[in-house]
């Protein structure tokens, strides 16, 4: 099977090649400081007895799932820590296609490219969960499709690339959708600290034995390269996650486990909130810029991703290449997220440059 | 699919129950130091600068490949650092399952349990790579049943648990039958670095098309906790496993591979010549204490561990749990390494206490 890598490896390796200054937005690496007490741990954490050296349980280290339990109020049996929420994603979608061989799985369409292709890779066949023009999940379609062909449906809240925070009824609905038709819903909330509307709803609050959640501590702390992430599953389903989290990757390294939990107990509400507040401005000066130049876009409710329609300029990685040329700004092009959507480019948030690049763009587009 | 989690566990829980005092000689982590430099390395990654705590490219940083690739004389290309060894056998499986769906998987038999359980996880038909009575893949076996229908043979020497390190003309048979078969071998190496016999010998060493090298920086630094471990494919399967490797893991923990690529580059030969002279020792003493009690060992050509064969005594879950309590020493029953075999415990000779413990097996096996 040919597997292709997700198209971001394309854009950036452009942009570092480009023989110009070149604003990079195509990443989701924060660029913000990780909590000092995280350096701490790790600091810490190198001066243990070489014991603590040696391989964490398979399920995660006990400290850090009880820190994880109790703050989403769950049992921690229910706790798995995995590579990333990545590996998480991949553990719960090889479940639910384990559950429904060969079966379909819903990817939001446009969406984040690696549930696309880790759907064939698993074995699923792929479909979409279309849109509205409001960026949520479209009920009808899914009432419409969803079968018991199907072994899962994918959400993605606070969304990347949409930028869309789905409401308590969206996710409510799906979950009585997928339990009817004893389908899986995964639910990828990695943006979670990132929500701007408060709205934000996990799939935790539904207490489905259907609803999996995944999450990671890579944009809450900053640290995408820690690989500290964690699924939380329904009680029937935590025996055969472990055994098969331990089959893919034994356990999760114990430096980054070890860091993420003394961050965890040192860090205060004020780390958090500063970051958003960052963010939130950063949206703020960057929508606001473009819209100056006319140009649309859209505004987004959680997440570090703002989506900019340029009116005669396709979403492809040909315009993307030229942007970075001409502009000199590096953006997602719209059909790195699906097969349909060529009109808009993704910026990530993820630089202080913000207005620069919002001036640089608007000038671009509307040349 | 049912997954069990490999008997480990409960040998390992049980022995943690026990109410006395017990000498643990069931997982293969190192009990001995880490290089300084790890440490170091450790040390030194907290302080850098935030950017750095994202990300790693998802084949692992470009040092530590570079490093990885002169070790053993090939191009980096070729080289993706994984999640552990554990996660390098698993992306080297789903990859042959790839080219060969529902194909078989021959697993040494008795052989570390986790080749076998992950076979049906990624759809493969296990089948039983018989040892000949020195532990060595039985070449005969192999060649009368290996066809177009087999997807990979896994080997693993210096093996576990069998200690045996197999001949270049064991390697090299295996290789040609992988080949003229299409079928990859895949060479699990991770105690390369354990040989006593001086015959140990790469799957690289024959530069074929079909030999995959896994491999981990676990027990040469003493860090099975760590993760970080490497596969070298063949040129022609690098893109495909890059591809499948991201969708994964996305990538491999930074902390980890940093503090492996200093201490790679400040550590000498003789941190790595004393652990294995220590290893050494080891199995001098527990062999001859027990031979000393008429008891029957196997002596390890490579790796950590040695087999004993009680004879009076199965080698059974329910005999491991009553040595437990009645020896106080904690060993994996041979039944945890296939179905055929309950003749044999396999004690890992990762603890100080080896005389005491040999002395205290000794006594418990002729009483």
């Known amino acids: 099977m040919k597997v292709d890598q997700p198209l971001f490896f394309d854009v950036m390796s452009y942009a570092n090649q480009a023989d110009r200054d070149v604003i990079r937005m195509v990443s989701g690496n924060p660029d913000w400081e990780p909590p000092e007490a995280l350096r701490e741990g790790l600091r810490q954490y190198a001066d243990q007895d070489a014991d603590t050296f040696q391989y964490a349980p398979s399920v995660g280290l006990p400290r850090l799932r009880e820190q994880i339990a109790k703050y989403h109020n769950v049992s921690e049996d ?14 719960a979608m090889s479940i639910a296609l384990d559950h429904t061989p060969s079966g379909e799985v819903f990817a939001p369409d446009p969406g984040y490219p690696y549930y696309q292709k880790r759907t064939p890779v698993l074995g699923g066949t792929l479909k979409k969960l279309t849109l509205d023009t409001d960026g949520a999940p479209d009920i009808n379609q899914l009432q419409q ?20 925070v789905y409401t308590a009824e969206t996710v409510k609905k799906i979950v009585e959708l997928a339990e009817q038709n004893d389908v899986f819903v ?3 909330e990695v943006y979670h600290q990132f929500d701007y509307s408060g709205q934000f709803t996990s799939v935790l ?6 609803g999996i959640m995944t999450n990671s501590f890579s944009k809450s702390l900053a640290i995408t390269g820690f690989r500290v992430g964690y699924s939380i599953l329904p009680e029937p389903l935590v025996e055969e996650a472990r055994a098969r989290n331990m089959l893919i ?5 114990r430096p980054g486990q070890a860091a993420v939990s003394h961050a965890l107990n040192a860090t205060d509400e004020a780390y958090f909130e500063s970051n958003k507040h960052q963010l939130r401005e950063r949206i703020d000066t960057f929508v606001s810029v473009l819209e100056e130049y006319g140009v649309q876009c859209v505004r987004p409710e959680g997440g570090f991703y703002v989506r900019v329609y340029p009116q005669n300029l396709g979403g492809t990685l040909e315009n ?48």
Chains 1, 2 share one sequence.
Do not use: C
Request: aromatic share 8%.
């Open 78 to 91: 229910r706790v798995i820590i995995t590579n990333g929420a990545g590996q998480a994603n991949y553990l």
């Open 145 to 164: 499709t969803v079968s018991e062909e199907t072994a899962a449906i994918i959400l993605n809240s606070p969304n990347n690339p949409t930028g869309k």
């Open 186 to 188: 995964i639910s990828d």
């Open 205 to 210: 609050e539904f207490e489905s034995s259907h």
């Open 249 to 253: 990757n034994v356990s999760v390294n």
């Open 320 to 367: 993307a290449k030229h942007m970075i040329d001409s502009a000199g700004v590096a953006g997602m092009p719209s059909t790195a997220f699906g097969d349909d959507v060529d009109d808009w480019f993704r910026f990530a948030l993820t630089t202080d440059r913000i207005s620069d690049a919002a001036h640089r763009l608007g000038e671009y587009f509307v040349d």
